[in-house]
């Protein structure tokens, strides 16, 4: 059945009809438990959907509508390794990752969380010998510096991470950094290898495919800089200084990968779900296995609160759902997320992947086009930088969008005293987090002032938000929140009806730059193209000449 032929949808869009009249501001006018019932927590992190334009009605009726589209039964195929990448046919398995060791799950009769914990304590070793300096170069020399190199799903996660939990010491003493570089065209790498030290450089080349040209193109580079810098033969160079993570062991194998330093994950893990597998190694060698362990402890947390929770109560599927009824119901198509804290600054575009890969689709599972609104545009900035830009709009422009403010509680408590400047810097970003949620929930009806305000000056407000608190940010916590944003992720997909898995859409963009590479390089015997491309080929051709 269609999703809008429903029962449950019908309703949703009457209710919708009445509760596009309220305004936040009389929401909370009429009852002071708002914010208790409509808050939830678990574990290290509480969540509050007060400031969504929502009442307890709402929810029963988008719960309704998920029972309806048999969410539960779908959540099982998922965790059971049913085929849900259904035009893949394939199971999206990445919860598997974080599974107790001794959990069990098998696939085809391969016990997949013996295969995991085996990878986990392979990836333990590599980073252990990088730790105690034993990893050493073709020269000798210790490796100071890893530069990983990926994209997309292989470069995202590892590199939010990183930056989220930059507060925590190396488990080591010996001097090790970690660099990441995803660009095309060169230009990270370019600049980076000008600072680096070939014979204490190690290069971990991730790539579920080991095909893709950006990650090819500077894995290439970083060779032939290792050549030059370091004079050997290609054995010894891949044997000193490159690791390989994939799912494709033969293509690593190509490439040259000694097979000792391969590090693998598989089929079923989608590349935007892929930051728990191997391809995590950058994290574990900037945090070191015991705090990657509780960045998995975390999102298992996550896993369970999901797979067991009532949906009334369950965190995911309720951020899920509020989505939907801001996208389908009430007309909203932008979503920003607004980080209160300068180490989740690649948040925004780690979930513009994560939300807009898997859920920006136009066909249903049964290959129908959608006759509704899918992922909405997902964007976002650290808050107190964006309120210097684009805030303005979300105040007083003229499109509805739907915020997630998310900040830690406590920050800085551990610091030595000397700190307090710091402290007081986190509480001033607490409290324009909390401003800004107010504002844009209450417009100028919080203002004292009894005065007439001009047009220019007023704020109508009722844009709605999601605030997420963590307790504090550290592995734990950052594994719930990204757990939390996948589960979210799923459930909308199965309300639209859609496959979150594949990623269909970036294929022909990859054919037609293949083809157009062939007509910037080749002068005859080449693809035409489209008037407007050959007119700018044309241009680019006689600028390269001059
Ligand atoms: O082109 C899109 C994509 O396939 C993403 O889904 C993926 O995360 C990224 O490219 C990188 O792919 P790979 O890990 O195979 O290099």
Request: one cysteine or more; charged letters at 20%.
């Amino acid at each position: 059945m269609l999703q809008t032929e429903r029962e449950e949808w019908h309703l949703l869009q009457a209710h919708a009809k009445s509760m596009s009249r309220e305004h936040l501001f009389d929401l909370f006018n009429q009852s002071n438990k708002r914010s208790e019932a409509l808050s939830f927590r678990n574990n290290d992190l509480f969540i509050d959907f007060s400031k969504q334009r929502i009442s307890e009605e709402t929810l029963q009726l988008l719960v309704d509508l998920a029972n309806a589209s048999q969410l539960q039964q779908k959540i099982e195929a998922l965790f059971q390794g049913e085929s849900v990448n259904r035009f893949e046919q394939r199971p999206a398995l990445h919860m598997a990752l974080r599974s107790p060791e001794e959990a069990r799950l098998e696939l085809n009769g391969i016990d997949i969380i013996g295969q995991i914990h085996e990878q986990l304590s392979r990836m333990d070793k590599l980073v252990s010998q990088l730790h105690s300096a034993q990893w050493r170069g073709h020269t000798g020399r210790p490796i100071r510096n890893l530069v990983h190199i990926g994209v997309g799903g292989s470069d995202l996660g590892p590199l939010m991470t990183n930056r989220a939990l930059c507060d925590l010491k190396p488990p080591t003493e010996h001097d090790l950094s970690v660099h990441f570089v995803s660009s095309m065209d060169g230009s990270q790498l370019s600049l980076l290898l000008k600072e680096l030290e070939p014979s204490e450089t190690l290069f971990v080349i991730a790539s579920k495919s080991f095909s893709t040209i950006d990650t090819m193109a500077n894995a290439d580079t970083a060779l032939h800089w290792l050549r030059n810098g370091l004079g050997a033969e290609d054995r010894k160079i891949l044997q000193h200084h490159f690791i390989g993570i994939s799912a494709n062991p033969e293509k690593m194998t190509q490439f040259g990968i000694a097979a000792d330093n391969q590090l693998m994950f598989w089929e079923w893990v989608g590349g935007r779900y892929s930051l728990w597998s191997c391809i995590g190694f950058p994290i574990a060698a900037r945090i070191g296995m015991d705090n990657f362990r509780q960045l998995l402890a975390g999102a298992h947390c996550m896993d369970e609160h999901f797979r067991t929770t009532p949906f009334l109560e369950n965190i995911p599927v309720l951020l899920a759902l509020i989505g939907i009824w801001n996208v389908n119901f009430l007309d909203i198509h932008a979503h920003a997320i607004l980080p209160y804290d300068g180490r989740l600054a690649s948040l925004p575009a780690y979930l513009e992947q994560l939300e807009m890969e898997s859920n920006g689709k136009h066909t249903t599972i049964e290959e129908h086009e959608v006759s509704y609104s899918t992922c909405p545009i997902i964007w976002g900035d650290i808050g107190p930088n964006a309120q210097h830009a684009f805030y303005q709009l979300l105040h007083q422009g003229t499109e509805r969008v739907m915020c997630d403010f998310i900040a830690p509680a406590r920050r800085y408590h551990c610091e030595q005293s000397g700190n307090d400047e710091l402290k007081v810097q986190h509480t001033l970003a607490l409290s324009n987090c909390l401003a800004q949620s107010r504002v844009l929930a209450f417009g100028d009806n919080i203002l004292k002032t009894e005065n007439q305000v001009p047009a220019y000056k007023r704020y109508h407000g009722n844009q709605p938000s999601t605030t997420i608190l963590l307790d504090e940010l550290c592995p734990f916590s950052l594994g719930q929140l990204i757990a939390l944003y996948e589960h979210k992720v799923f459930v909308q997909s199965v309300i639209w009806n859609i496959n979150p898995f594949d990623q269909w859409g970036v294929e022909l963009g990859k054919v037609m730059a293949n083809e157009t590479y062939q007509a910037l390089t080749q002068s005859t015997d080449r693809p035409m193209m489209d008037q407007s491309t050959e007119a700018i080929l044309r241009e680019i051709q006689a600028l390269q000449e001059s």
